[in-house]
């Protein structure tokens, strides 16, 4: 029988994209307790307790892909090369946001599904084809019947965040032509593990898969990994290219050798988990001493990106406006609002100045070669950064 075994513990977490405006202050936020555990048979890793769609992704949704100039130019790379090998007639997007990797196709070709209503009309208003609707069944019938069948279907950090797995792959199953390709992206439980970002769970985040539990899945659904792509993007991810059983395509080496080496790492036991659980627990203490210390010597230290991430990490270590004075982002939907749960307040991004800050705190350390480059300067003159992985440290 299948069991569900815990072996992380991230404490008590609020919404973690849900900034906070000023008058939303005087409430107490909602918290939710966020465990971590694997499943003994699938080895699907997920948090224990998944919100309701609802609550987390509706017509109030912060997050925009266009805001990093490294999505934008993985997107365009991956668009060129999707035209090049695959020449789709007809391509589907899960979980299309605000449009950055459609826009490298046409508009005729092209189908966003967006449940988060405000950045999908940002989609729509550039004269894209895209429904506000949850990836389910019912929603893959509706596109069918306007649409046709799909040739390709594209889905980056959604299928991650939808908890009935089964269903996505029903749905995708009835509107998929049978030579059609699905590609799907998202972190690698490899890269959290070995990284210690722990911080890659949030309620948002039902799953953190490894190849070995997308495998699992897949053959309920007769439908197989023939091609995987190891990417940095977001600190680690895999970009899984699948195909359904019946189609003659050759699964190539990469797929053997990244499933070797999951399984040589241990993604395959506990003990794996266990330990990493521990690395969590000794990071959280060593990030704690390290703004403790910079703060006696009366630096500044000011947050640079916000993020769902930085949710888990600053509500974990307990790392509040005591240490962060503020966090600077580029996203106008978080700017003038509240950090959840710690409520450091979010000013727009206007450049960093060295003589009013001491250090940046990498909230989006995912984007780091890219902050880097941006903030060189800042660097030259004495700028330092902290950041917590692979262990918290100054740089
Ligand atoms: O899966 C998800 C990923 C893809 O996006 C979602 N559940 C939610 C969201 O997660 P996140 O909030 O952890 O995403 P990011 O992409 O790490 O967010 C980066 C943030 O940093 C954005 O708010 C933009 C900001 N930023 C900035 O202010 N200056 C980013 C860069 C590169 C910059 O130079």
């Not at 269903?167 to 799907?184: H, P």
Request: aromatic share 12%.
């Amino acid at each position: 029988m299948s069991k569900y075994l815990k072996f992380l513990d991230l404490g008590n977490q609020p919404l973690a994209n849900n900034y906070l405006r000023k008058d939303q202050l005087i409430k107490k936020e909602k918290k939710y307790r966020l465990k971590v555990g694997i499943n003994n048979e699938s080895k699907l890793v997920s948090i224990e307790k998944p919100l309701s769609s609802k609550i987390m992704f509706n017509q109030n949704y912060p997050y925009r892909s266009s805001m990093s100039k490294t999505m934008i130019k993985s997107f365009k790379n991956l668009s060129d090369f999707i035209k090049k090998k695959f020449h789709p007639k007809k391509i589907l997007e899960i979980g299309s946001n605000d449009g950055s990797f459609l826009k490298n196709f046409s508009k005729k070709k092209s189908i966003g599904i967006e449940p988060c209503s405000n950045v999908e009309q940002i989609t729509k208003s550039k004269g894209y084809n895209t429904y506000s609707e949850y990836w389910n069944k019912n929603t893959a019938k509706k596109i069918l019947k306007k649409n046709g069948k799909i040739d390709l279907i594209y889905s980056a950090n959604t299928i991650s965040h939808i908890q009935n797995l089964d269903e996505v792959f029903k749905s995708i199953n009835i509107i998929l032509k049978d030579n059609g390709i699905i590609i799907l992206e998202d972190p690698s439980l490899l890269e959290c593990l070995k990284r210690n970002t722990y911080d890659q769970f949030y309620n948002e985040h039902i799953y953190v898969f490894s190849l070995i539990a997308i495998e699992n899945i897949l053959k309920k659904h007769n439908l197989e990994v023939f091609h995987i792509q190891n990417l940095k993007i977001h600190g680690g991810s895999n970009r899984y290219f699948i195909k359904k059983k019946n189609n003659k395509i050759k699964i190539d080496l990469s797929v053997k050798l990244n499933r070797d080496k999951e399984i040589r790492y241990g993604l395959n036991n506990l003990k794996t988990y266990r330990s990493f659980a521990k690395r969590v627990q000794k990071s959280k203490k060593l990030l704690k001493k390290l703004f403790m210390k910079i703060k006696n010597k009366k630096k500044i230290i000011v947050g640079y990106g916000v993020t769902a991430k930085s949710t888990t990490v600053l509500n974990y270590c307990k790392i509040g406006k005591k240490y962060i004075s503020y966090f600077v982002d580029t996203t106008l939907d978080k700017q003038n609002k509240y950090t959840p749960g710690t409520r450091i307040p979010i000013f727009e991004y206007k450049g960093l100045d060295n003589k009013k800050i001491d250090y940046i705190f990498l909230g989006a350390w995912n984007f780091k070669d890219e902050i880097f480059k941006k903030e060189k300067n800042f660097i030259k003159n004495g700028g330092k950064v902290i950041i917590h992985t692979p262990v918290p440290k100054i740089i």
